[in-house]
């Protein structure tokens, strides 16, 4: 704007030097005055309404900020859900009374608790099947604490097969 004033006045000076007819020199400052003065006003307008429109720039932008924020939360939950190993739960199902209890997969700890029955289960984190477990009697392979014949039950089926 301010060369614009320095430009406006400069302009104004020249005129005065050159112009000799007072009547003229006037109807020429009062042309001009009032073309620059509709110039400026439109200058006003179009600075006020490019404002407008950077203010709801930013709000949207301000708003998108926002709901990246929110899908962020969601995107790190879910892979905390996904991929974070520790505080994962795992779900036990008591061999000895069937109450079902979770617990946090810790793999140095080999045993636990049922806390319905206090039995112990001991815990296998290889994944493979314990060979030990007797299919049709659901016996832990005389482990268990609730059947008391599961060597009884082996001698049965020896004398069986004589």
Known sequence: M???KNEY???LDDIEKN???KE?????KGRLTTFVDVVLDEIDYILEYKQEEMDKIEDTQNQLNEKIGK???????IEKD???EE???FEIVCPYCNYEFIIDVDENKTEV????CQNVIELDWSGEVEEDLDNQSGCLGGNCSSCHGCDENEQDQEDDDM
Do not use: A, H, W
């Open 9 to 11: 006045k400069s302009f």
């Open 2 to 4: 301010r060369k614009l």
């Open 113 to 116: 608790e049922c806390p319905e």
């Open 71 to 77: 899908m962020q939360q969601v995107i790190d939950n």
């Open 24 to 28: 003229d020199l006037n109807y020429i």
């Open 87 to 89: 505080g994962f739960d």
């Open 19 to 21: 112009i000799k007819n």
């Open 82 to 84: 996904i991929y974070t």
